[in-house]
């Protein structure tokens, strides 16, 4: 049932990745020419890194042949991480300034954030902030090391059973708080009846396309949709001061785990190209459908897609945040990029269009993150290993938010008010 | 009124740059990228002058309006300058990061020339500029309101869409000319672009006075317009070809392999 038109796309695209899109004029371009595309060693350009998922052996070649055999990375595959990126925070931010239900502040919290913002000092405020993080932090340690253990003892079914039971909250009760609040926002006169078909339509199809099979475009659509719901949980439930510290703590994780010999993350995906099988690949957001039946087989033991509050978010998250180039038995390449990355990156730009009726805040987040993206792949492309896609995007977005915000804010409100153009 | 005027606007506004992104830009990735970093690049030329215009306002006596004003002059002309010298730096980088270009996109040559890329750089800082200039004003246009209650112009909300229509056209055109002038070596060009855009930015000034900053913008725009198609290759025989359909390096630039 996987759509299968990128296959074909794959032998084409391999060598020639800016042609097949651009119709440049033909003094800037070179026709497809496979002996270029087998002599050049030196012009190793964007390989991604040699984890391979296919039923071949591991170790199969030399880098040569890698390259030769290799999709490159190139602009192709970061649009294709722009474009669902950018949807995911236009449905955040197009529910933040439309229901109000998101913005409303109403003293409930999360368990893992106990300590609250409301004092009367800003020390005791900071403080509180930070022990915050420090619990959510710690939380999610834990329980990537957990999901890694797991990994390592081979306890399948366990993941399995939590990652369905964690996707099974998502899409039917979030949704469902959602699609109420939509209702309540536009005054919606709604029945149950109707309420429950349009949830269980919803929620079975999603757990269907995410952890079995599905047409791809409805995968990564069900996976957009689940990732803006947890953003929006997130916006929400976490306190302000402490959401802008979580954001800065994760990405320093999101680093460590993802780049230190010892971190979790790493451990996972040493652990994966071990034993030659693919990470969790319904916890990523894949551009392209897997082909061939042992990956379809692995699919389905582990095509989880999950990202949901509580326990599990911590755990997926380590996976999630990791870059990985995923090889099929048609040397079909795509980028994958991780739906914590996805989530994460909403919370910030969501949060940046909570604050107020100001959109250049919202602009500025949404260029800095598409440029960290950009760049992180770039980097990718120049490392060839798993990268933590964080780090540069949350740094980027957070410097843009605060200085936007009280820097060009004012300016820019001062140069509309006379109606100044720069 | 308010939804008539906030699409009116909002058509007004971007529409032609929309057009030109969807039909040249939005195929080609690698044009994508470098629309975003252009940007990013007009962003970080904000970010700094709004820094230093903002230091200077905390400096200043905020009671008296005409010092505030004059602080404000200061911005628009500083922020200006800036932005002439992010595209320099852009163009420097861009020059620069040609052997990565090289290896990301597996071509002996640039996939995309100069000329694209000033295209494409001036759309970014374009639609960046245009962006941060009127979409607070379009989403007040929404409403609920009264235009001008306090005696100010009836026309705020038009005018402003024009005059970014205008800005967005004109970066785009002035990138071009910049790029040029800039590969050529052509001092005198370049120093002619920084002093249109500075003119168009201080005609601004005598706002709500729309005839003296819109239409002396749009002679400008329409002779940017001229000098950057000479710029880009263009001739009145080139034209007469194009429009009649007989420009086979045209037609065959637009035919998709496969």
């Known amino acids: 049932m996987n759509t299968s038109d990128s296959e074909e796309d794959a032998c084409n695209e391999r060598t020639a990745l800016v042609q097949s899109e651009s119709p440049s004029l033909p003094s800037y371009t070179r026709q497809n020419d496979p002996q270029h595309s087998t002599t050049e060693p030196k012009r190793v350009s964007v390989i991604p890194e040699p984890i ?223 034993r030659n099988e693919p990470i969790f690949p319904a916890l990523i957001y894949s551009c392209i459908s897997f082909a061939s039946d042992e990956e379809a087989h692995h699919n389905e033991d582990r095509a989880e897609e ?10 997926v998250h380590g996976q999630n945040r990791s870059h990985s180039v995923e090889e099929d038995l048609e040397e079909d390449r795509g980028v994958k990029l991780g739906l914590g990355d996805f989530i994460f ?11 107020g009726e100001d959109w250049n805040t919202t602009l500025a987040c949404f260029v800095a993150i598409l440029i960290g993206l950009c760049l992180t792949l770039l980097l990718l492309a120049i490392f060839k290993k798993a990268l933590p896609a964080l780090p540069i995007s949350i740094t980027f977005g957070l410097v843009f938010y605060f200085s936007t915000d009280n820097l060009v804010r004012p300016f820019m409100d001062n140069l509309a008010a006379h109606q100044y153009y720069i | 009124m308010t939804a008539a005027v906030f699409f009116g606007c909002t058509f007004i506004a971007f529409g032609p740059a929309a057009a030109l992104f969807l039909l040249t830009i939005a195929r080609d990735p690698l044009r994508v990228i470098f629309l975003i970093a252009g940007a990013f690049f007009w962003l970080v030329s904000l970010l700094l002058s709004s820094l230093v215009w903002f230091i200077t306002v905390q400096m200043s006596n905020k009671n008296s309006a005409a010092q505030q004003k004059g602080l404000l002059i200061f911005g628009v002309v500083l922020s200006v300058l800036l932005q002439e010298v992010f595209r320099f730096a852009y163009y420097k980088l861009l020059k620069k990061a040609n052997e990565g270009l090289l290896a990301i996109s597996q071509e002996d040559t640039m996939p995309i020339s100069i000329r694209q890329l000033s295209y494409v750089s001036g759309l970014g800082f374009g639609f960046m500029s245009g962006a941060f200039s009127v979409v607070n004003i379009l989403s007040d246009s929404v409403g609920p309101g009264t235009v001008g209650i306090h005696g100010d112009s009836q026309h705020y909300f038009i005018s402003s869409a024009f005059m970014t229509l205008a800005i967005i056209l004109l970066h785009m055109f002035w990138a071009v000319v910049f790029f040029e002038a800039c590969e050529r070596q052509k001092w005198w060009s370049l120093g002619t672009v920084v002093l249109s855009h500075l003119l168009v930015s201080c005609l601004t000034f005598v706002n709500p006075q729309y005839e003296g900053s819109l239409i002396p913008t749009y002679i400008i725009l329409s002779v940017m317009a001229g000098w950057a198609f000479s710029c880009a290759g263009g001739t009145l025989r080139n034209l007469k070809l194009c429009l009649t359909c007989k420009d086979k390096d045209f037609l065959l630039a637009n035919h998709r392999p496969r």
């Open chain 1, 345 to 355: 990156y909403s919370v910030l730009v969501g949060k940046a269009a909570a604050t």
């Open chain 1, 306 to 315: 999950r990202e949901e509050a509580e326990p599990q978010r911590p755990t």
């Open chain 1, 52 to 274: 391979t998922f296919s039923a071949r052996e591991p170790g199969h070649g030399p880098d040569g042949e890698d390259e030769e055999l290799t999709l490159k990375y190139g602009a192709k595959h970061v649009i294709m991480l722009f474009v669902p990126v950018t949807l995911c925070m236009v449905v955040v931010v197009a529910t933040i300034k439309s229901v109000s239900f998101y913005t409303e502040k109403n003293g409930q919290q999360l368990i893992y954030t106990p300590f609250t913002e409301d004092t009367n000092s800003v020390g005791q405020r900071l403080l509180n902030s930070v022990l915050n993080t420090i619990i959510m932090i710690s939380v999610i340690v834990v329980m990537t090391i957990f999901l890694v253990l797991l990994y390592k003892y081979r306890c399948y079914k366990f993941i399995h059973g939590w990652l369905i039971l964690s996707s099974l909250m998502l899409l039917f009760w979030f949704s469902y708080m959602y699609l109420g609040e939509v209702f309540k926002t536009y005054n919606v006169a709604m029945d149950y009846p109707t309420v429950a078909m349009i949830i269980w339509n919803f929620g079975a199809v999603g757990m269907i396309c995410i952890h079995w099979k599905g047409p791809l475009q409805l995968q990564q659509a069900y996976l957009i949709v689940i990732s803006a719901l947890m953003a929006l949980v997130f916006i929400k439930y976490l306190p302000e001061w402490s959401a802008w510290v979580i954001l800065g703590a994760i990405s320093v994780y999101d680093l460590i785990a993802v780049l230190c010999p010892k971190g979790p993350l790493r451990m996972l995906v040493e652990t994966a190209q071990e």
